[in-house]
């Protein structure tokens, strides 16, 4: 009985082995980023959604649909008054209010 090695034995379960090991490794190289994430998913929403509304005075559904992503919002909310836009999702929240003509609209910390 010859004693062959485990690659020899199982190539497709060594290559996705091996491909395990290198994903891990990028996610782990790219913790950071990926923490970062979420966040940026309602910030962007936030601020785009702002300045479509108030900065390029177009319709509130337009600009819903401007800023729509694959990742919906869990919540949404547009104080028209204050010219604040607050949007949460991922777990996260994040607002965006109008400054003025010349500033436009800013992330609230």
């Known amino acids: 009985m010859s004693r ?10 060594s290559v996705l082995l091996i491909l395990l090991l290198i994903l ?3 996610i782990w190289h790219q913790r950071v980023a ?8 309602s910030a962007y929403t936030a601020k785009e959604y702002c300045s479509c509304r108030y900065v390029m005075n177009n319709e509130a ?3 819903r649909g401007y800023v729509k992503q694959w990742l919906p919002a869990s919540d ?12 949460s999702g991922m777990g996260r929240s ?16």
């Open 4 to 13: 062959r090695s485990f690659v020899r034995r199982r190539p497709f379960s």
């Open 24 to 26: 891990l490794g990028w």
């Open 34 to 41: 990926l923490a970062a994430f979420p966040d940026i998913i």
């Open 61 to 63: 559904g337009y600009c």
């Open 76 to 87: 949404f909310r547009d104080d028209a008054q204050g010219k604040r836009v607050t949007v």
């Open 94 to 109: 994040n607002s965006a209010v109008w400054i003025g003509e010349r500033q436009g609209c800013r992330l609230q910390p």
